[in-house]
């Protein structure tokens, strides 16, 4: 389990309205009546995992390889931060 969470919580979530509202809808029955229509989907997601669509190979191949374009930014930048600073020394 991860320590930071990717997304922070909406506040149904948080005062537990959200669980209220599923519980009610079992209770009901009407997760049981939709579960039909749910199938293909969740076909979909079984057949993906199977493949390794969500692997991280499978990521690569879909996506390409990462570029560097924003660590480069980050390193030019710094080199002509610290290249103005060393300058500044040299004069003053």
């Known amino acids: 389990m991860n320590i930071f969470r990717y997304r922070r919580p909406s506040w149904k979530t948080i005062l537990g309205i959200t669980k209220a509202t599923k519980q009610i809808k079992k209770d009901l029955g009407i997760t049981a009546l939709l579960k039909p229509f749910r199938?293909?989907?969740?076909?979909?997601?079984?057949?993906?995992?199977?493949?390794?669509?969500?692997?991280?190979?499978?990521r690569l191949i879909r996506n390409g390889l990462p570029t560097p374009g924003g660590c480069l930014l980050v390193l030019i930048g710094g080199v002509m931060l610290i290249g103005c600073g060393v300058a500044w020394l040299v004069v003053v």
């Open 39 to 58: 199938w293909w989907t969740n076909q979909k997601r079984k057949i993906k995992r199977y493949v390794g669509y969500e692997s991280d190979a499978g």
